[in-house]
T-cell receptor
């Protein structure tokens, strides 16, 4: 158990809909990272927040957005969902803003039908 | 991660033997390197790290070696076990955050 929690574990929704994925980092960690793993892709970095502020941005679509709240939990919002958005979404956390040890949550499996 | 590259995409070894996974890097400014292990449908797990001021770090069956002159790092797993079969990623601290394809290790019983 990494100490990072993600909810929900599974999510099934229809195209065009909007969903919110939630992540709680390990106690004491200030950084949260979001990753997407599709069937034919490696682990793609989406975005990082550090202590409430956006720190780094990866291949995140404009339909996707994220934020980190004062209690350090984070939410990833996916809108206008397409079939291709079906994937595993992982959240990770680390102590600082630099990319040292990251601890990953169990992931949320999103299925868009 | 285009600054730290895995040398080969896959490796198959016999249970009980040594597994050696290799990476090369181009950026001499990395002060820290990390190895992660990943099972399918799970997030990566941090495995072991090494500071650039050291040339070796050991943790149980896992040892990471750093050769700064060659800009090369390797992970040794001795003895290899079937449960070590996974995808392994090498990363430089503060490098690009995408994990890439990694090295797929298969340990045969």
């Amino acid at each position: 158990d990494s100490g990072v929690t993600q909810t929900p574990k599974h999510l099934i929704t229809a195209t065009g809909q909007r969903v919110t994925l939630r992540c709680s980092p390990r106690s004491g960690d200030l950084s949260v990272y979001w990753y997407q793993q599709s069937l034919d892709q490696g682990l793609q970095f989406l975005i990082q927040y550090y202590n409430g502020e956006e720190r780094a941005k990866g291949n995140i679509l404009e339909r996707f957005s994220a934020q980190q709240f004062p209690d350090l939990h984070s939410e990833l919002n996916l809108s206008s969902l397409e079939l291709g958005d079906s994937a595993l979404y992982f959240c990770a956390s680390s102590v600082g803003g630099r990319n040292y040890e990251q601890y990953f949550g169990p992931g949320t499996r999103l299925t868009v039908t | 991660d285009q600054q730290v590259k895995q040398n080969s995409p896959s490796l198959s070894v016999q249970e009980g033997r040594i597994s050696i996974l290799n990476c090369d890097y181009t950026n001499s400014m990395f002060d820290y390197f990390l190895w992660y292990k990943k099972y399918p449908a799970e997030g990566p797990t941090f495995l072991i790290s090494i500071s650039s001021i050291k040339d070796k770090n050991e943790d149980g069956r896992f040892t990471v070696f750093l050769n700064k002159s060659a800009k090369h790092l390797s992970l040794h797993i001795v003895p290899s076990q079937p449960g070590d079969s996974a995808v392994y990623f090498c990363k430089g601290a503060n490098s690009k955050l995408t994990f890439g394809k990694g090295i797929t290790l298969s340990v045969r019983p």
